[in-house]
Each structure stands twice: as structure tokens, then as C-alpha cells.
């Protein structure tokens, strides 16, 4: 279960990362420039909190 939520959480974070990722980009919603900051964004924000609320809570379980 790990590997597949890691797998899928920076899915969309680039413009070929999923299915209609390619679609929304040729539709030319986002530049391509805008849409690897907004990725980039969101996987800081992401491993933020993957490291601060699951360091916490593997603490709290005494894994850590």
C-alpha cells in the first residue's frame, strides 16, 4: 500500500504523469513552464507533509 500511494501522490505534477494530463496540456490550459512550478509546488508541499505529519505520527506510535 506504500509504494502505491507514493506512486500516485505526484502523479499529475508533470504534463505526462497521467492519463488526461497530455490532454489538458495540448488543450493549452497551463504552459508547460507553469505547469512543472505548479508540480514542483505541490511535491514540496507533499513531502512537507508526509515528513512533518507522518514523522508525528510514527512517533507517536514509537516506530521512530
Known amino acids: ?5 507514493a506512486n500516485s501522490l ?6 505526462y ?3 488526461p494530463s497530455p490532454i489538458y496540456f495540448g488543450a493549452g490550459y497551463l ?4 505547469w512543472w512550478k505548479y508540480g514542483f509546488v505541490v511535491s514540496v508541499a507533499n513531502l ?3 515528513c512533518i505529519v507522518g514523522g ?4 507517536f506510535l514509537g516506530l521512530w
Open 17 to 19: 504523469g497521467t492519463g
Open 56 to 59: 508525528a505520527w510514527w512517533k
Open 1 to 5: 500500500m506504500v509504494l502505491a500511494f
Open 31 to 34: 504552459a508547460q513552464a507553469a
Open 10 to 15: 505526484n502523479a499529475g505534477t508533470t504534463t
Open 48 to 50: 512537507a507533509i508526509w
